[in-house]
């Protein structure tokens, strides 16, 4: 082991590693937990250390479950430790019971500060544009897909002069390469950046679509509050519920749902509804506001594809959907219910591959193109 630097009289301690510790849902075998985060992320660094395309990831140094000494013995720190001896009845009576969750201790050497630091537009295309295609090759090269893309998972990473983004917390990902059963009514996310999918509990299937629909509810809340100070940030928040979008926070799992529905319907509702009510104010603000609608025709209206996989009309034909919108019980899964034909949402599943490419491409040219940004007075189209 190196000797620690010994640091110079009044030269301040810079952080070099960063620990997370969490009590997260796992399997209580932990060989068979295979949404162990450790495991993830130690594949992703398989994967990409040494890799000279550029790609940002979080590097993990160690990690596992925590160990407590009982007397000779060593026990994982569980919920199933944590209440041995506690009456199911009464537990269940308490919390409505408890999913298991194990005690998990990561070091990381991937540090980085909140998404909320961005201080211009530029800034924040840069980073979700690298924690999207951080993104996309994990999706591709390792087969883990996300599913929390939030403003909390993803960091700003700044060295000397230059800015990078930095996807994190790996803790709801899944291994898409192995046979997991249904999980596609599984609810996974952050709540005002949930997917439709996620937080109707549909049973279309879940792929890269869901991660990227998160990511144009995240732009548009960034491009709605604006990129100022802390204080003008608060103040756009506190006038924040007279907005459109406010609709995507505020309110029950079903009404959330109703309203990404409605503003995401067709191209000129979410132009009319959402893009209209952005904070126009900042420098490139214009440029953010085209690239929300390149984002929305990548996703929702794609050129590749047939107008009936456009917008979100018929989603509601869905039995699935259906019953959540209705505040009905999920039906059990038979084929007479299954997606319907004329859910949006399950045509566009089948072509998920090439509408999350064309979704990263519109992001990566938006980031080679600001060089050339000016903020002229114009309109998005």
Not at 147 to 161: A, E, K, P, Q
Request: contains cysteine; negative net charge; proline residues 3%.
């Amino acid at each position: 082991m190196r000797p620690a630097k010994k640091r110079k009289k009044g030269e301040s301690l810079k952080a070099t590693v960063v620990i997370k510790d969490a009590f997260a849902f796992a399997k209580p075998d932990a060989s068979e937990d295979d949404r162990d985060e450790v495991k993830t992320l130690k594949r992703i660094r398989s994967e990409f250390e040494g890799d000279k395309s550029g790609i940002m990831y979080p590097k993990i140094v160690v990690g596992g479950r925590v160990q407590f000494k009982r007397g000779d013995k060593t026990i994982e720190d569980t919920t199933s430790t944590m209440y041995e001896g506690v009456d199911d009845e009464l537990l269940e009576k308490v919390s409505g019971g408890t999913l298991f969750r194990a005690h998990r201790r990561i070091v990381l050497a991937s540090i980085g500060e909140p998404l909320r630091t961005v201080g211009s537009v530029k800034e924040f295309v840069t980073v979700i544009c690298d924690a999207m295609e951080s993104h996309h090759a994990t999706v591709e090269r390792c087969q883990i897909l996300h599913r929390d893309i939030s403003d909390n998972n993803i960091l700003v990473v700044r060295s000397n002069d230059a800015v990078r983004g930095l996807l994190i917390d790996f803790d709801c990902a899944i291994d898409t390469s192995k046979d997991r059963g249904d999980v596609r009514h599984e609810m996974t996310g952050t709540l005002p950046y949930m997917s439709f999918n996620n937080i109707s509990s549909s049973n279309v299937k879940r792929t890269s679509l869901d991660d990227c629909e998160s990511m144009l509810y995240l732009l548009c809340w960034y491009a709605t509050i604006g990129f100022g100070s802390k204080d003008e940030r608060n103040e756009a928040k506190a006038a924040f519920g007279d907005k459109a979008i406010a609709r995507w926070r505020n309110g029950s799992m079903v009404s959330i749902a109703k309203a990404k529905l409605s503003h995401l319907r067709y191209f000129g509702s979410f132009k009319l509804d959402i893009v209209r009510e952005f904070d126009m104010t900042a420098e490139n603000s214009k440029q953010l506001a085209q690239l929300a609608l390149d984002l929305y025709k990548a996703l929702f209206a794609n050129g590749n594809l047939g107008e009936e996989y456009h917008g979100t009309e018929g989603a509601e034909d869905d039995p699935y959907v259906a019953a959540f919108l209705n505040g009905q019980p999920r039906p059990a899964a038979t084929s007479s219910n299954s997606p319907s034909t004329g859910n949006p949402f399950e045509m566009r599943s089948q072509e998920w591959e090439v509408i999350s490419r064309d979704f990263l491409d519109v992001l990566a040219r938006a980031k080679e193109d600001m060089v050339n940004w000016v903020d002229a007075p114009q309109q998005p189209r």
